[in-house]
């Protein structure tokens, strides 16, 4: 294929394709001590580098879908990428926020095509982490953990700057995909769950993990388009297919209808507002879903190269992306019913 088809042709195969489950075989990575690795440098978010997006540093390529940034956007939106370091000969456990490739990755992929579906709900702060290799999630003991622990300090540590330097005490959505999903599950519970904060919170859109509907203490999962102050959460799957593998950390999980925002549990072509693809078109219209435990089923979504798409059965690269302009709609629904709500 490589030798027939230009680098052109398949890199939009290449960008749908980017992201897979982190539940991969122990053996297929390079796994060395945690404690035998060079540990990035600790970043300083009160320097702008170590962001990847402020209200102040937009990428032109999240303006093509978002508006620069303005005054009319009265909420916050804080965003925690995917995992995007990959490399199965890749012996680093975390990459280095300077690192330029995982950057780049940040940027024209995580940014452009998940974080933009939230751009006009709320100004986006998202920060550069020490992210961990998708190794750790199948190796926990053996630096798996510490990996993912290390990448939480950041996330935490970004967000902290972020209260005191830029909030203000302005509305917030949560926002975040598979690995960003770990860390704001515990993001949430730390400065969210029975503290007073939870009060300026719109939503939060824990995407790719399974999140159990007692997760946390005070904040509930949403079931109604307009709720705030919840959270809502799904993994995507191709219709029919449930995983013979670790089941059990689907079963039971939320399973947010991220067409209908309610307890549908099935849905029509129709209802369907928009998958954004990685030629940046929009495609409405596109799919049809049913509920199932712990998983959101999905018919082969309708867009050029759908014949790729019918060999896969785990559809979490498109968690997001799948579902965009559904997101923008329901994220902006719910800014305003939140505003509406602290008016009276």
């Given at each position: 294929?490589?030798?027939?088809?230009?680098?052109k042709a398949?890199?939009?195969?290449g960008?749908?394709?980017?992201?897979?489950l982190?539940l991969?075989?122990?053996?297929?990575?390079v796994v060395?001590?945690f404690s035998?690795?060079?540990?990035?440098?600790?970043?300083?978010?009160?320097?702008?580098?170590?962001?990847?997006?402020?209200?102040?540093?937009?990428?032109?390529?999240?303006?093509?879908?978002?508006?620069?940034?303005?005054d009319?956007?009265k909420a916050?939106?804080?965003y925690v990428?995917?995992?995007l370091i990959?490399?199965?000969?890749?012996?680093?456990w975390?990459v280095?926020?300077?690192?330029?490739?995982?950057?780049?990755?940040?940027?024209?992929r995580?940014?452009?095509?998940?974080a933009s579906?939230w751009a006009t709900s709320?100004k986006l702060?998202?920060?550069?982490?020490?992210?961990?290799?998708?190794?750790?999630?199948?190796?926990?003991?053996?630096?798996g953990?510490?990996?993912?622990?290390?990448?939480?300090e950041?996330?935490?540590?970004a967000?902290?700057?972020?209260?005191?330097?830029?909030?203000?005490?302005?509305?917030?959505?949560?926002?975040s995909?598979?690995?960003?999903?770990?860390?704001?599950?515990?993001l949430?519970?730390?400065?969210?769950?029975?503290k007073p904060?939870?009060?300026?919170?719109i939503?939060?859109y824990?995407?790719?993990?399974g999140?159990?509907?007692?997760?946390?203490?005070?904040i509930?999962?949403?079931?109604?388009?307009?709720?705030t102050?919840?959270?809502?959460?799904?993994?995507t799957?191709k219709?029919?297919?449930?995983?013979?593998?670790n089941?059990?950390?689907y079963?039971?999980?939320v399973?947010?209808?991220?067409?209908t925002?309610?307890?549908?549990?099935?849905?029509?072509?129709d209802?369907?507002?928009?998958?954004l693809?990685?030629?940046?078109?929009l495609?409405?219209?596109?799919?049809?879903?049913?509920?199932?435990?712990g998983?959101v089923?999905t018919?082969?979504?309708?867009?050029?190269?759908?014949?790729?798409?019918?060999f896969?059965?785990?559809?979490h690269?498109?968690d997001?992306?799948?579902?965009w302009?559904?997101i923008?709609?329901n994220?902006?629904l719910?800014?305003?019913?939140w505003?509406?709500?602290?008016?009276?």
């Open positions: 294929m490589r030798n027939n088809v230009s680098k398949l890199k939009p195969i960008i749908l394709l980017l992201l897979v982190f991969g075989c122990r053996s297929t990575y060395n001590s035998e690795t060079r540990i990035p440098l600790k970043p300083d978010y009160n320097q702008e580098k170590n962001w990847a997006v402020l209200p102040s540093k937009y990428h032109s390529e999240l303006e093509k879908f978002a508006p620069s940034v303005n009319d956007l916050d939106v804080f990428y995917p995992t990959t490399g199965k000969k890749d012996k680093r975390n280095a926020v300077s690192d330029q490739a995982q950057n780049e990755n940040v940027l024209n995580a940014v452009k095509y998940q579906a709320g702060y998202v920060p550069f982490y020490r992210q961990a290799h998708l190794k750790s999630y199948s190796n926990l003991e053996n630096g953990k510490d990996a993912l622990l290390l990448a939480y950041d996330v935490r540590a967000f902290k700057v972020y209260l005191k330097k830029y909030n203000k005490g302005r509305p917030i959505i949560i926002a995909h598979s690995q960003g999903t770990t860390h704001t599950e515990r949430l519970e730390e400065f969210f769950d029975e904060l939870q009060k300026q919170l939503a939060a824990l995407i790719g993990i999140v159990s509907p007692d997760r946390f203490k005070t509930k999962p949403m079931i109604s388009p307009g709720d102050g919840g959270f809502i959460s799904w993994n799957f219709k029919g297919n449930y995983p013979k593998k089941k059990d950390w079963s039971g999980s399973t947010t209808n991220p067409i925002w309610d307890t549908s549990i099935s849905t029509t072509l209802q369907h507002k928009g998958f693809f990685s030629n940046d078109k495609y409405v219209n596109a799919l049809s879903i049913q509920i199932t435990d998983l089923w018919t082969n979504p309708k867009f050029p190269l759908r014949f790729f798409m019918s896969k059965k785990n559809y690269v498109g997001v992306n799948l579902f302009q559904d923008r709609e994220a902006e719910r800014t305003e019913q505003f509406l709500t602290a008016s009276n």
